[in-house]
């Protein structure tokens, strides 16, 4: 029960301290969980890619990963409420006092500051992982973001690396066959 109450409660900082949604997370996230050792960079960039593929959110999607990879169904739960708590609660709040908060020029101020903030929080993890891209990537790296500069849907993108990633896994399997005729 400590364990999973654990997983809540950095869940839950994590969420209220992060604006800009999933990607501005991702560096709390990723330090919070190595901070508990839950999971490794590696395995956490996995979570985090099968989350992206998933349909929903991709914070609450990584800390349903993560806390189920840690304490199974409680440990799921527990990272979903701790990811989707402070949300509602800064929703339903700033739902009951913008109207008489948006009219003042401090409040527009507030939200204006924190744009270059969440900006900040999301180009960081992508500078962040791109130390783990070796030579043969970067032409696909640079393939995708001209792609989607000229506006092909990210769709496309995410199809091919799921073909991909499919016949390279079979030529794999097929290669470790050959190589280990007993299996």
């Known amino acids: 029960m ?35 050792g839950w999971v490794d960079d590696e395995e956490f960039l996995n979570y985090l890619s099968l989350a992206q593929a998933s ?28 990811s989707v708590l402070p949300s509602f609660i800064i929703l339903l709040t700033i739902a009951i006092f913008f109207r008489s908060l948006y ?32 030579g043969k990537e970067i ?7 001209v792609g989607i500069w000229f506006g092909l849907s990210p769709v496309i993108f995410i199809v091919a690396a799921v073909v991909w990633g499919i016949l390279y896994c079979r030529h794999k399997l097929k290669q470790t066959k050959t190589t280990n005729p007993e299996d």
């Open 139 to 145: 032409p696909i790296v640079i393939a995708v973001a």
């Open 103 to 134: 009219q003042y020029p401090a409040t527009k101020s507030v939200f204006m500051g924190m744009r270059p903030a969440v900006v900040a929080l999301i180009l960081y993890p992508v500078f962040s992982f791109s130390k783990n891209i070796t």
């Open 55 to 82: 349909p929903g959110p991709m914070a609450v999607n990584t800390a349903i990963l993560i806390g189920y990879h840690h304490r199974s169904i409680m440990g799921g739960i527990a990272g979903f409420l701790g």
């Open 2 to 36: 400590k364990e999973t109450l654990k997983i809540f409660i950095s869940f839950f900082k994590i969420g209220c301290f992060t604006f800009g949604g999933g990607y501005a997370m991702i560096l709390l996230m990723q330090r919070e969980i190595g901070r508990h």
